[in-house]
C-alpha cells in the first residue's frame, strides 16, 4: 500500500548551496560560450557557413567560365583580324608596286601622269573623289587605283576592329583576375573557418564528404533509356569521370566543376555546347518536368542558373557538386539546390 505521506520540505539552507551553485555553473557556461571564437558552439554555424561560402564559389566560377569563354572569343577575333589586315597590307604594298612601275614607265617616256604623280606624292583618296581627275588615268590605271583605295579603306577598318577587340579583350582579362581573386578570396575564408575547428570535427566533416562520395557504389538509377544516341555517350562519358575532383574553372579530364563536366562529357560524343551553366540552360530543348526528364539530360539548378548537371535516372544527378568534393551521383531532393528545369541535347 503506498505511502500518502506530504513529502519533507527540503533543508533551507541546501537549497540555498543548490541555487548558488547552479547560477555559478550558468555563469561559466555563458562565459565558455562567449569566449568561443565560434558562432555555434555546437559547429553546425560554422558548416553553414563554408556550405555558404563554396556556393558562392560555384556561382563565381560560372562568372568566371564565362569571362574565360568570352576572352578565347575575343582572342580569337583579334588574330583573325590581325592575320586579314597583313594580308590587304601584303597585297597593297604590291599593288602600289605596280602602280610605282606605270610610273616610273611614264617618267621615262617624257611625262608623269598628274594623277599617279599625286598618288605617289600624298594620299589618293581625296583626289579619286573629283570624277574629273579620274577621267585623267587609262581604264587599266584608274581599275587598279580604285581598287588599290578599296583594299586601304577596308585595311583601315580591320586595323579599328582589331583595336576595338583588343580594348574588349584587355577589359575581359581584368575580370578574369578580378573573378579569379574573389573565388581564391572566398576558398581561403572557408578554410580560414574550417581552421577554427578541433581535429576530431574536420575528421568528422571530411569523413561525411567520403560518406557522399563513396554513395556512387551503391546508387541505384534504375533502367530507363536516354533520349538519343549523343545523350547516352555524353551521359557515359560523365560516368567515367566518377570520383574525379571538383576544381574551379577545370574542364577535364582529370578534374572538373560542373559545367566542365558537362561540356568535356557532351565533347566526347561529338557535340559542342556553350561552355558556361548559364548557357547551356537554353542550348537544347527545355524539359520543365523532373518528371520528363532521361538520364543524360541536362539539369539547371538554382535560381541563378548556376549549376548543372546530368539527370542520372531514379531521381539522381551526377554532377561536380562543390569545392572539396568528386564527380559523384547524388539525390536531387538532398542535394540542397533548387531544379530549375532540364534541357535536352538532340
Not at 136 to 142: D, E, I, K, T
Not at 164 to 187: F, N, P, V
Not at 310 to 316: K, L, T
Not at 330 to 342: D, L, N, Q, Y
Amino acid at each position: 500500500m503506498a505511502s500518502h505521506r506530504r513529502p519533507k520540505e527540503p533543508n533551507q539552507r541546501y537549497v540555498t548551496v543548490l541555487t548558488a551553485t547552479a547560477a555559478a555553473a550558468v555563469a561559466l557556461s555563458t562565459q565558455s560560450a562567449s569566449a568561443d571564437p565560434l558562432p555555434d558552439p555546437t559547429k553546425k554555424g560554422v558548416k553553414a557557413q563554408v556550405d555558404r561560402l563554396y556556393e558562392e564559389v560555384t556561382q563565381a566560377t560560372e562568372k568566371y567560365n564565362g569571362a574565360d569563354e568570352k576572352a578565347a572569343a575575343l582572342q580569337k577575333q583579334v588574330t583573325n583580324l590581325q592575320e586579314t589586315a597583313a594580308r590587304k597590307q601584303g597585297e597593297l604594298n604590291e599593288m602600289r608596286g605596280r602602280l610605282g612601275s606605270i610610273a616610273a614607265g611614264q617618267y621615262r617616256a617624257g611625262g608623269l601622269d598628274p594623277s599617279l604623280q599625286l598618288f605617289l606624292s600624298a594620299d589618293p583618296d581625296t583626289y579619286l573623289e573629283e570624277a574629273s581627275d579620274i577621267e585623267r588615268l587609262s581604264a587599266r590605271q584608274s581599275g587598279m587605283l580604285e581598287q588599290f583605295l578599296l583594299q586601304q579603306r577596308a585595311l583601315k577598318q580591320q586595323r579599328s576592329q582589331a583595336t576595338e577587340k583588343l580594348a574588349d579583350l584587355e577589359d575581359t582579362r581584368k575580370e578574369l583576375g578580378s573573378r579569379k581573386k574573389e573565388i581564391q578570396g572566398k576558398l581561403a575564408e572557408a578554410q580560414r573557418l574550417l581552421n577554427k575547428l578541433t581535429a576530431a570535427e574536420r575528421t568528422k566533416i571530411a569523413a561525411d564528404e567520403d560518406r557522399a562520395n563513396r554513395s556512387n557504389d551503391r546508387v541505384d538509377l534504375g533502367n530507363e533509356a536516354s533520349a538519343s544516341q549523343r545523350a547516352a555517350a555524353a551521359f557515359n562519358a560523365a560516368k567515367s569521370r566518377v570520383g574525379m575532383p571538383y576544381v574551379w574553372g577545370a574542364s577535364g579530364p582529370n578534374s572538373f566543376d560542373c559545367s566542365g563536366l558537362t561540356s568535356w562529357s557532351f565533347r566526347q560524343a561529338g557535340v559542342s555546347i556553350p561552355r558556361t551553366s548559364q548557357a547551356q540552360a537554353g542550348a537544347g530543348t527545355r524539359i520543365n518536368s523532373l518528371s520528363a526528364l532521361k538520364p543524360g539530360d541536362l539539369i539547371i539548378m538554382r535560381g541563378d542558373l548556376s549549376h548543372v548537371g546530368f539527370y542520372a535516372g531514379n531521381g539522381q544527378i551526377l554532377h561536380a557538386p562543390k569545392p572539396g568534393a568528386q564527380v559523384r551521383y547524388e539525390s536531387i531532393a538532398r542535394s540542397g539546390m533548387a531544379f530549375m528545369w532540364g534541357v535536352r541535347i538532340s
